[in-house]
């Protein structure tokens, strides 16, 4: 009897530059399918610290990334996860490296714009009104061919303050 062999599950990281060739094409993959916004190698290069990747074995399975926008406010876009390994939890991955870093900068809020809202409740976020987030509308979307009128949807989620660690005191000779 042929045991099956299982694929091991893709490895979460930072982005480096090596990857970037990489984080283009898989990109522009679903942009050519007009679920994403294109992405120029130049663009990827210099949003480089904003991405993570998931690779199984050499192959880019996955990316995210996570762009601070405006004080306390941030950004998860360019979520893109190779078709023959969708839904298998590599997404819900990238997302929680993506939502645990945002908590570590010290974001209040997360944002993004997508064309599957739906996918993006299961994590909290809500539908907000692109009103909310006039940084994002005046810096990036202006620039963007599909401006006004791009179909995507706006959504944000709130992160909980991150708690303290009690202080401890010294304690007293006596």
């Not at 893709?10 to 984080?23: C, H, M, N, S, T």
Request: net charge positive; hydrophobic share 40%.
């Amino acid at each position: 009897m042929k045991r099956a062999t299982r694929r091991p599950s893709p490895k979460i990281r930072k982005a480096r530059l090596a990857d970037v060739v990489a984080i283009h094409r898989l990109v522009n993959e679903f942009a050519a399918a007009d679920l994403m916004l294109p992405l120029s190698v130049g663009d990827v290069t210099d949003r480089l610290r904003d991405f993570w990747v998931a690779y199984q074995g050499n192959q880019l399975a996955g990316t995210v990334g996570l762009h601070v926008t405006w004080a306390k406010l941030v950004e998860i876009r360019s979520l893109a996860v190779r078709k023959e390994v969708q839904r298998h939890g590599l997404g819900k991955r990238l997302i929680k490296a993506a939502l645990k870093e945002a908590k570590e900068l010290g974001a209040e809020q997360v944002f993004t714009l997508t064309y599957v809202p739906d996918y993006f409740k299961r994590f909290g976020f809500k539908h907000c009104d692109r009103g909310e987030l006039p940084h994002k509308v005046w810096v990036d979307c202006v620039k963007c061919p599909k401006f006004p009128d791009c179909g995507e949807t706006a959504m944000l989620m709130d992160l909980p303050a991150k708690k303290r660690k009690p202080v401890r005191k010294a304690p007293t000779k006596r």
